[in-house]
């Protein structure tokens, strides 16, 4: 989930431009055992062990890469969709992916190359795993080229079979939910909103946000998914959503209560932040490729206007 806003990186000088490369990664992790995204000193990360496989590969080129994400996700939470760009000396990109004494024929991009040489470091029955590498295209950036962030959440209530291999990212839940009021008061509350009620305060960091959809739906298995997406989302926002919709299911909540809520923006005690393991970010969108740099630009200038903004 998105948070607090970073600094962007200065766009090269004219001169240098041509020699520098964007590669887009796609990567996967479960996220049980990391401390979230961010690397953090002393605490395992998965911007902390991806960058150190980089560190490792680019060790003799004198590069240290590191990585721009598309969301930092929090403690807990998992990924299969996750992207994030990474720029490198062309020269130093050539020099990690250079053909090897009995691979030379190996047909793959740099790319490709650079991804099957992470993996190796990284171990490929790792918790993390770089699903995909490619040349970036002109004008796209991981974080600030998106449109939209794609999230789903699973829960087993009473009615779902419990499968021990999916606790891992799965919420065991001990009462019978009422999937159709969940999915009811979840319709209630897309649209442009201050999610003040269903975010922690960060300082200088917006609340708003338009969340453009939100429902649930019961699987063959009986596990309970819900489905989010939204432009970005502010921290915790996710499984506050959630946690509103499941006192909905549990009748603790009437199915109008967290649009009611919503409008308060304040923060409350009438449900309960769900916790991270049923979190999985699986998709996040980008435009065409010849509206990235617009799209970059344009949320580049809204963030800076987060600060102190005041929507009517």
């Known amino acids: 989930m998105t948070g607090d806003d970073e600094q962007a990186p200065a766009a090269p000088e004219a001169e240098d431009a041509a020699s520098v490369v964007r590669i887009r990664l796609g990567i996967a992790y479960d996220g049980t055992d990391f401390n979230g995204w961010s690397r953090q000193p002393s605490l395992r990360t998965v911007q902390g062990v991806i960058e150190a496989a980089l560190a490792t590969l680019f060790r003799r080129t004198g590069v240290v890469p590191k990585l721009t994400v598309a969301g930092r996700t929090d403690a807990g939470v998992h990924a299969r969709g996750q992207v994030a760009h990474l720029d490198l000396p062309a020269a130093a990109l050539e020099s ?54 794609r999230y789903d959440y699973a829960v087993a ?120 393991k049923g979190l999985v970010l699986t998709e996040v969108g980008y435009p065409a490729d010849d509206e990235l740099e617009a799209r970059a630009t344009q949320t580049r200038a809204r963030r800076r206007l987060d600060v102190g903004e005041v929507v009517g």
């Open 96 to 149: 990690v992916t250079r053909a090897r004494r009995g691979h030379a024929g190996e047909a793959s991009t740099p790319a490709g190359v650079l991804a099957r040489r992470l993996t190796g470091i990284i171990g490929a029955d790792a918790d993390v795993v770089i699903t995909g590498a490619d040349l970036a295209p002109a004008g796209f950036d991981a974080r600030f080229s998106a449109i939209w962030r």
């Open 157 to 276: 209530d009473t009615g779902a079979a419990r499968d021990p291999l999916a606790r891992r990212s799965t919420v065991a839940y001990p009462r019978a939910l009422d999937v159709e009021a969940m999915d009811a008061a979840a319709g209630s509350l897309l649209g442009l909103h201050d999610f003040a009620t269903f975010c922690k305060p960060r300082e200088e960091a917006t609340t708003i946000r338009t969340l453009q959809h939100y429902g649930w739906r019961r699987r063959a298995d009986g596990v309970l998914v819900a489905s989010l997406q939204a432009d970005a989302f502010c921290h915790s926002m996710v499984r506050a959503l959630v946690g509103a919709c499941v006192a909905v299911g549990e009748g603790r909540l009437e199915a109008s209560d967290p649009l009611a809520l919503l409008r308060a923006t304040e923060r409350t005690s009438a449900f309960k932040v769900m916790p991270a």
